[in-house]
């Protein structure tokens, strides 16, 4: 009997432990940090990898559309501010009518309204009172539709082409005071994004696993088809929205930060003014507009070379 007491109380002492262990374990993180790829001064990469997302931090400081659209104290004043929309310069590009997206909050839901309107309107929005229950966004605004002034603010990166071959299939800007948010989905082509002002947060995927929650927010809304390579209507408001916003962010859903018992299952990335992101073809991505600062960031869509390469 005592050697059977023994035995018992060895046994329960070590399931005591394993479950101490299993619960004092640092949490996994369930977002990791997006790698940071390196460029020399002659736009060389070093080791860069087509089937992954890169950061390419502060190479585009000198983008002209940082230098002119925005105010910043000068060097000499020896003070910290934020920069400042130069209202002032954009006005004369006034007149141009841009697809708005308006957002209001009512009564506990969401309205999601879009309309064309000219580019004055969002700069009054984005330079007068916040406005906390209504946001107006310019969303995925071709740049071949604006007047060749702004154009000439926004050229093609050279970086592009040092990853492919230079085609654009597509080039737009998005611009509109924080917060704003994009929902989960995915591009058709390759993309390189620019943060031109403010930050953005950019959560991202594998393909697998965004198809995969992406699947099972439809299922849950009671959906079965849908495009998730377009910003459309029905991923903007609703259940939907709130479904995929979860999904994503919302630590009861899987989207926090960090799990005791879950591998990681995405990349996270914080962009200020001058970064760069370059996202696959085919990683999901959630986009979250953060901060104070006025939000202006730009897209090229791109053909890259499909395969890792390290250009010497």
């Known amino acids: 009997m005592l ?23 640092k949490p996994k993180k369930l977002f990791t940090q997006v790698k940071c790829v390196s460029l020399d001064p002659e736009l060389d990469l070093k080791d860069f990898n087509s089937n992954a997302p890169v950061r390419f931090k502060k190479i585009f400081r000198g983008y002209p559309a940082i230098a002119k659209w925005f105010i910043r104290p000068p060097p000499e004043a020896k003070i910290t501010a934020p920069p400042k929309l130069n209202a002032e310069y954009l006005e004369q590009f006034g007149t141009t009518v841009v697809p708005l997206e308006l957002t209001r909050a009512r009564g506990g839901t969401t309205e999601f309204e879009r309309f064309d309107a000219p580019l004055s309107l969002l700069l009054s929005h984005m330079t007068g009172p916040d406005e906390s229950e209504s946001h107006l ?100 408001q609703g259940k939907e929205l709130k479904a995929l916003e979860a999904a994503v962010w919302d630590k009861r859903y899987g989207g926090s930060t960090e799990s005791k018992d879950t591998e990681a299952k995405g990349l996270e990335i914080e962009l200020a003014s001058g970064d760069g992101l370059y996202i696959p073809m085919g990683w999901w991505h959630a986009v979250h507009g953060i901060g104070t600062i006025p939000n202006v960031s730009v897209w090229h869509s791109a053909e890259i070379r499909s395969k890792t390469l390290t250009i010497p």
């Open 3 to 25: 050697l059977l007491r023994r035995s018992l109380t060895t046994s329960a002492s070590r399931q005591a432990k394993q479950v101490t262990q299993q619960f004092s374990k």
């Open 137 to 236: 966004y310019l969303a995925q605004h071709a740049l071949a539709d604006l007047p060749a002034g702004m154009q000439e603010d926004l050229p093609t990166p050279e970086v592009l082409k040092h990853l492919g071959k230079g085609d654009i299939y597509a080039s737009s800007l998005w611009m509109g005071r924080p917060p704003t948010r994009t929902p989960l989905h995915r591009d058709p082509n390759h993309n390189l994004f620019i943060q031109l002002s403010g930050k953005k947060t950019v959560r991202l995927l594998r393909p697998e696993v965004g198809q995969e929650v992406y699947e099972r927010v439809r299922v849950q809304v009671g959906k079965s088809s849908g495009s998730a390579s377009m910003r459309g209507e029905e991923m903007m």
